[in-house]
């Protein structure tokens, strides 16, 4: 009696799983075509400390050149020079009031950075410049801004999406 039930529904079932296996396959075919992104990144928020904005390569050279050490980005207003990067508002505001001092005018920019390994040494160098006297500051970004060169700047030069 079992027997004749299978040999009834025997083909129904096995057409089935055929389709239902070929529809699968092909709705999920469709998505290979598309560019598939990471709904969520883990960005951390920094603030970078920028010196000025300049129209051309030259002109950020000669008014840059009384500092020991600087990164660019050119964007389409021209080249946006930055002194310091930091993590903490308070450094921040340390850094900017440091480089007052010493004559020139800081804006504090606020961006997202995803890079674990630069967030990772940031926070390690948020430490020192929080505890810093005036005289090691300048020293201090230095080396922020050696790191963020190396690590983020330089990696992504590297990526093929460009």
């Known amino acids: 009696m079992l027997g004749d039930y299978m040999k009834k529904y025997f083909?129904?079932?096995?057409?089935?799983?055929?389709?239902?296996?070929?529809?699968?396959?092909?709705?999920?075919?469709?998505?290979?075509?598309?560019?598939?992104?990471?709904?969520?990144?883990?960005?951390?928020?920094?603030?970078?400390?920028?010196?000025?904005?300049?129209?051309?390569?030259?002109?950020m050279k000669n008014n840059m050149a009384d500092f020991e050490y600087y990164i660019y980005d050119v964007e389409d207003d021209g080249y946006h020079t930055y002194v310091g990067i930091t993590k903490s508002?308070?450094?921040?505001?340390?850094?900017?009031?440091?480089?007052?001092?010493?004559?020139?005018?800081?804006?504090?920019k606020e961006n997202n950075i995803n890079n674990n390994n630069f967030i990772s040494i940031l926070n390690q160098y948020d430490i020192l410049l929080g505890d810093a006297s005036f005289d090691a500051i300048d020293s201090i970004c230095n080396q922020i801004l050696s790191s963020y060169e190396e690590l983020v700047i330089n990696e992504n030069k590297g990526d093929t999406k460009e």
């Open 11 to 59: 083909w129904s079932i096995i057409l089935s799983l055929v389709v239902g296996i070929y529809l699968g396959k092909f709705t999920l075919s469709q998505y290979d075509d598309f560019n598939v992104f990471p709904v969520s990144f883990n960005y951390d928020t920094v603030y970078f400390l920028q010196q000025g904005v300049y129209s051309n390569e030259n002109v």
């Open 89 to 108: 508002q308070d450094n921040a505001l340390k850094v900017k009031e440091f480089f007052k001092q010493k004559g020139y005018d800081i804006y504090i």
